[in-house]
């Protein structure tokens, strides 16, 4: 077994303490008797005061921590608790300056009985507003747009009459969901219900503003709160409009390059995403039975 020794570096004014406490430990430094076997070495910090710690000044050089087998198990048992007859399968990770780890289980492919594995791609679904909501505050820090303008300083007539008080309805309304437009989701979900062909179709954003034109809003803005997948519809065609660029195109820009998220695809097909990606599940005619959905449109 490789023997490692702790030394303490008392603390100083010109080093980032690990403990905020004067005087305490400033940095450890982890000695090797012998060169590490070539599977690695893991080393632990056990501290019942973990929390006087500030992790995010922690620097590994030469090596890496990782959780103990005793949080692995723990985020294994967190991650099997979550699958049901509804959740077939999922993955899970985390990432902190005290190490990384993920893991999965369920299947991806129920028909194949094909285990999920960590390395498989999902369809994020709504996490996508965040990355909407991401590009649209990039456009307010570069003064392209702001939060106070109206959807009709943007969008033209042709969106707009569709939209209840749209000449009322600000972008700051529509990322946090107090814009009270109406929900489109559920008035496709009722037309699949009669006609499962609409989820094959490759609907544009302005198609998709038109299913609310006869419906009432929600509320009257900013006097409420509904969540509505309709108002990061429109908060994409306001990126558009104020860019000349497709959202996918500013998504791209703005954020999946800069950050090197070479894994992550904006796309309105599967044939799109390199690898494609695992199976998705529904139980659309709340049969108790899952329907393999992976066929619908990405748009």
């Known amino acids: 077994m490789v023997q490692v020794s702790l030394s303490a570096t008392a603390g100083s004014d010109n080093l980032n303490r690990l403990i ?8 450890l430094t982890f000695s090797l008797d012998e060169s590490p076997p070539a599977s690695g070495l893991t080393l632990g910090l056990d501290s019942p005061e973990l929390s006087e710690f500030d992790v995010a000044q922690i620097q590994i050089t030469g090596g890496e921590f990782a959780p103990s087998k005793t949080v692995e198990t723990q985020l294994e048992g967190v991650l099997a608790s979550r699958l049901s007859t509804a959740v077939p399968g999922g993955a899970i990770a985390t ?3 005290l190490g990384n780890w993920s893991g999965a289980a369920g299947l991806a492919n129920i028909e194949t009985d094909t285990p999920v594995s960590p ?15 991401t590009t649209l505050l990039k456009l307010v820090e570069a003064g392209t747009v ?12 042709s969106v707009t009459d569709n939209v209840p008080n749209a000449s009322d309805i600000t972008l700051r309304q529509l990322l946090n969901h107090t814009s009270g437009v109406p929900e489109y989701d559920s008035i496709l979900l009722e037309q699949g219900m009669s006609n499962p062909l609409v989820f094959l179709q ?3 954003p302005s198609a998709i503003v038109g299913l609310i034109a006869d419906s009432a809003p929600f509320f009257a803005p900013g006097e409420g709160w509904q969540y509505a997948n309709t108002n990061f519809v429109l908060a994409g065609m306001v990126i558009e409009a104020a ?3 497709s959202l996918a195109n500013e998504i791209q820009s703005k954020i999946i390059d800069p950050l090197g998220l070479n894994n992550t695809f904006f796309s309105t097909t599967k044939e799109m ?3 494609g990606y695992i199976n998705g599940y529904l139980d659309f005619e709340n049969s108790g039975t899952l329907d393999d959905v992976s066929i619908a449109n990405l748009s």
């Not at 905020?20 to 940095?27: H, K, N, Q, Y």
């Not at 791609?121 to 507003?129: A, D, H, I, P």
């Not at 702001?146 to 007539?157: A, E, F, M, S, V």
């Open 20 to 27: 905020e406490d004067v005087g305490t430990v400033a940095s």
């Open 95 to 97: 990432s902190s300056p």
């Open 119 to 133: 390395d498989d791609r999902f369809e994020v679904g709504s996490v996508t507003k965040t990355f909407t909501a």
């Open 146 to 157: 702001t939060l106070g303008d109206r959807l009709t300083d943007w969008l033209p007539d």
């Open 202 to 204: 490759d609907w544009q």
């Open 243 to 245: 860019t000349g660029n």
């Open 273 to 275: 995403v390199p690898g």
